[in-house]
C-alpha cells in the first residue's frame, strides 16, 4: 500500500506526454493518465460534499444524487436506494459526518470511506460507504451503512488515505481467486443470507458485505499489500432489536 504524491504523478503524466506521437494531443494523454490512477483526496472532497448536501438540500435528497443507479441500502432490509429514497420525505434535522479514513483500489475504480455521524447533540455513530468511480470520473456510492456508537469517535488531525498497491500480474494465485475463496470464506462463516461482493476493476480492493436472514450485517475489506489481497478492516452490525 502506498501514499500518492500528486505533483510526482503530474509530472509522470507530463513526462509521458511528452513521448506521445503527433496525433495524439498531450493534453489528452495527460488526461487518460491521470483519469486510471486513485486519486483518495477526491474521494475525500466528494464524502464532505454530500454531506453538506443533506445539510443544505435534505437529508434523503443528497443520498439519491449521490446514489448510483444500483446503490444499495440496508433500511434494515436491502433495498434500492434510489428506488426507496423516491419514496421518502427529509427529515427536519438531517444526519452529518465527517470521513475519518479512505481506502482505494490502484486504479481508483472503487474506494471506501468510515468516518463518524451525529444527529444533532446527543446522537452519535460510525458510517461505512463504497463508492464506484462512474464514467465521467465522478464517484457515486453503491453501498452505505451505519451504526450507533456509545461516545463520538475521535477526528483524527488528517484523513488517513490508504491505496491499494497496483497488481504485477505476478500474484500467485490470481486475484480473481483470491477474491473468491474471500467471498466463499465469508459465506462459510455466515451461514444463510445474501453476500454482496464490490470488486474494484484492477482487483485490488474488495469488499464484502455479508446480510444474515436476520438482517445482522457484517463486512471484510481487503486491500492489495505485497502481492496479496489482505484483509484491513473487519465490522459487525447486530440485527434490529423487535
Request: proline content about 5%; hydrophobic content about 40%; overall charge negative.
Amino acid at each position: 500500500m502506498r501514499s500518492l504524491s500528486y505533483a510526482i504523478l503530474a509530472a509522470s503524466a507530463l513526462s509521458l506526454a511528452a513521448c506521445a506521437g503527433p496525433s495524439d494531443s498531450p493534453f489528452d494523454r495527460q488526461g487518460r493518465y491521470l483519469s486510471t490512477l486513485a486519486d483518495p483526496g477526491k474521494l475525500v472532497a466528494t464524502d464532505i460534499a454530500f454531506s453538506r448536501a443533506a445539510r443544505d438540500s435534505g437529508q434523503w435528497t443528497a443520498y439519491r444524487e449521490y446514489a448510483a443507479d444500483d446503490a444499495v441500502m440496508f433500511v434494515p432490509d436491502a433495498v434500492n436506494a434510489r428506488e426507496w429514497l423516491a419514496q421518502q420525505e427529509n427529515p427536519a434535522t438531517p444526519l452529518q459526518w465527517q470521513p475519518h479514513q479512505v481506502w482505494s483500489s490502484c486504479d481508483g475504480t472503487l474506494a471506501v470511506t468510515r468516518g463518524a455521524w451525529q444527529i444533532g447533540q446527543n446522537r452519535n455513530g460510525q458510517y461505512l460507504t463504497v463508492w464506484r468511480r462512474q464514467d465521467d470520473n465522478s464517484y457515486k456510492w453503491v453501498q452505505t451503512q451505519a451504526d450507533t456508537v456509545d461516545a463520538p469517535l475521535t477526528a483524527p488531525d488528517m484523513v488517513q488515505t490508504t491505496v491499494a498497491d497496483c497488481a504485477t500480474g505476478e500474484e500467485d494465485p490470481s486475484l480473481a481467486l483470491q477474491a473468491a475463496n474471500a467471498s466463499a470464506q465469508d459465506r462459510r462463516m455466515r451461514g444463510s443470507g445474501q453476500l454482496y461482493d464490490n470488486s474494484s476493476r484492477d482487483n485490488t480492493l474488495f469488499l464484502n458485505m455479508f446480510a444474515e436472514a436476520d438482517m445482522a450485517r457484517h463486512w471484510t475489506l481487503y486491500v492489495m499489500e505485497g502481492g496479496q489481497l489482505t484483509e484491513v478492516l473487519r465490522g459487525d452490525i447486530p440485527a434490529p432489536r423487535n
